[in-house]
């Protein structure tokens, strides 16, 4: 009842309140976002150094791409206006075989990064949520600037891209994935199985 | 122009910087990213021979040479890249002082006396040992900072992806490299080889420990040409700080507006 509201009752309230908006289903924050990158970067260097398989390390680069990525989204782009036509079948499909493609590609070059630190720099806001800069320390390298746009339109706070020294991930394989639907003659089932081995 | 007086400090590449100048004023008329993805490659045709012919230059020279350089120990390695990395320096000072960043000038000249004298003629690092920072520029970037245009895409044979400004910049850059044939060159001939050879070993050690990544751009991709055009001007553009503004450049992806628009 209104009337019964005490301080005490205003207070615990408030604390819930701050509480959901650490939740993921709260409106992204930018310390939200960096926290994003924090996890990726502590798990990625939780599997690197778990001393499994090279098969096994790249299956759960994929289980963490597909928990921190917005996967989704990531495909629709890369696939670009050729989409458009798409059934749903295919994208079903394609967004697959682009997930497991893009844990493989990335991920098979885990070995850099073993022994190297990632450190957030800076963070500032951007249309579709945040952009969260990291430098890499990678084993006897100079640092890499590398960037992460974090976003909660997907309905979760995940990455929608990420820029290394400047290149941008998903406009690189929107190229790419451009490329392979034409050497195929614009057959997206046939790029689809090509996309299943590449990377 | 305010940095003319700054220039007759430097005789040796005044000469060269007015033909440079002439040239990069043709550059910035044809600076037109004829594309919508921001990319002005009218020389694809020609530029994919090129292309053609440096993965195979790759594939049967430089690849299977860096991994024999690979074998060679670290330390003489990285010895090697000191000396190359050394003769740099001349170049890094006079374009930071070009592009008025005075801060860069005295620190790669500082790097350069340091390690000339105490690292033993460059072979060691001792200005990094001492936190000096280290810093690369080139007169592709000078030339950036004046404002001329960025030009048209270019593959060079040998030395891969490159703009018509950088293209420039390369030419101009020969001239403050200390041992190279050039007329102010008080070094004799045997010494002439060493620049090129040393700068051939960084390219080498470069090609084999980023193996992977070039590997995969070369010869797993679709249309390695393509790639590897996409990737050197996003990363060119992004060392130049032309990106800085993310809000106006073709690069600031935002799928969410659009996934399907080009």
Redesign the interface.
Known sequence: MPSNLTRRDVFLSSAAAALLAATPAAALTESGARQLVDQVVADIDRVISSGQSDAAILREFERLFVRYADVN??A??A???D??SASSSQKRAFNDAFTSYIAR?YG??FR?FIGGRVEVQSARA???GY?INTLAYLRG?GPF?VTF?V?D?SGSRKF??I?I????L???ER??IG??L??RGGDLNAMIA?LKS?? | MSRTPKMKAFARPAMALSTVLALSACATTQDVATRSDGINDPYETQNRKVHAFNKGLDRNLVRPVSQAYGVVPVEIRNTVNNFSENLSMPRVAVNSLLQGDLRGTGLATLRFAMNTTIGLGGLFDAASELNIPEHDTDFGETLAVWGAGEGAYIELPVFGPSTQRDTVGLVVDFFTNPLTNNTNNKFDDDLQSVPPATATASVLNDREKFSDTIDSVLYESADSYAQSRSIHLQNRRFELGQDRARDTDPFATDPYEDPYAQ
């Open positions: 989204i990531m629709q782009y696939l670009g206006a989409g458009r590609k098979k070059q850099d951007i249309k579709a952009e390298d600037e746009h976003s339109r929608f891209n820029y020294e400047g290149v941008n998903l406009l690189t190229s790419e490329a392979m034409d050497r090509d590449a990377g």
